[in-house]
């Protein structure tokens, strides 16, 4: 009976030893660790459609699945399949360009739906006109005062010049006075000294 009960014994643990050696995990210990399973996130375009990303995906690369946003708007204005077919129509430099372009006619097509982008084209070209106006204004007005200023520059000028010309005018009749009295005193010196010797 112990004979029976130690082989019985020794036939489990030889299965189980070579289970154990069989098995991946025994052959290579860090094989989980050193290569894990990589979950590729949908893009937000598939993700919406709720269909299965493929590797080539031609959405995936311009609608990441970080802005879902960015789809939604463009889908509900042209479609996926009008999308889809626009992009693949183009070549791989002018896709991200179209993308763009798309997500931003569809963001105007929403707040307007009557005019769109050609709205907001009319309202840029009249804030365009509208400033050009202001500018031509103001143009105008630097003119105006440059002018003023030219000419209360030269007024003051001629002020100025008028001015130098009449000192000039008066100098000499401010002088002719002294001149005579110091030929006045001059000859009285000189009648003096004529009339020295009368007194001695």
Known sequence: M???ENTTTT???ATAATAGEGSPAALSPTSSSSS???VLSPCAACKILR???AEKCVLAPYFP???PLKFTIAHRVFGASNIIKLLQELPEAQRADAVNSMVYEANARLRDPVYGCAGAICQLQKQI???QAELAKAQAE???IQCQNANLFELICKQVASQNHDQQNNLPQQTLPYQETSAFFFDE???????EPLWT
């Open 36 to 38: 894990p399973s990589v």
């Open 189 to 195: 010196s000189t009648l003096g000294v004529a009339w």
């Open 142 to 144: 630097i003119m105006n």
């Open 51 to 53: 269909r299965r990303c």
């Open 11 to 13: 036939t489990v643990a």
């Open 2 to 4: 112990e004979y029976s």
């Open 65 to 67: 699945p970080t802005e």
């Open 129 to 131: 006109g509208d400033l």
